[in-house]
């Protein structure tokens, strides 16, 4: 069965960095695409970015572009979402994302297959 599994996440000041990890294990494909969603408490689950493991395409949201960075190490089947400049509107709860199809570019939620715990990002003023 596949896991995926987060780590990363914590308190930082406005104009931090935070690095977030998600380690993928089980029967995976040769194709599929990882991804970052956020939900902030009282709003819907909403998708950060993701990445295509085969050839490591990236799609970010508009609202993070230039300040988030996601990659993935095949060797370690991990992927990494790197914030930089974080704002307090970035607080929520940060969600690991595995789809194997079929999904868009930009991952929606409901093509999701498995999905982490959850990590807290807090960014105070």
């Known amino acids: 069965q596949v896991q995926v599994v987060e780590s990363g996440g914590g308190l930082v000041q406005a104009g931090g960095s935070l690095r977030l990890s998600c380690a993928i294990s089980?029967?995976?494909?040769?194709?599929?695409?990882m991804g970052w969603f956020r939900q902030a408490p009282g709003k819907e689950r909403e998708f950060v970015a993701a990445?295509?493991?085969?050839?490591?395409?990236?799609f970010y949201a508009d609202f993070v572009k230039g300040r988030f960075t996601i990659s993935r190490d095949n060797a370690k089947n991990t992927m990494y979402q790197q914030m930089n400049s974080l704002k307090p509107e970035d607080t929520a709860v940060y969600y690991c994302?595995?789809?194997?199809?079929?999904?868009?570019?930009?991952?929606?939620?409901?093509?999701?297959?498995?999905w982490g715990q959850g990590t807290q990002v807090t960014v105070s003023s």
């Open positions: 089980g029967p995976t494909r040769s194709s599929f695409a």
């Open positions: 994302a595995a789809a194997f199809g079929p999904y868009s570019d930009y991952l929606k939620a409901d093509e999701v297959d498995y």
């Open positions: 990445i295509t493991w085969s050839r490591g395409r990236t």
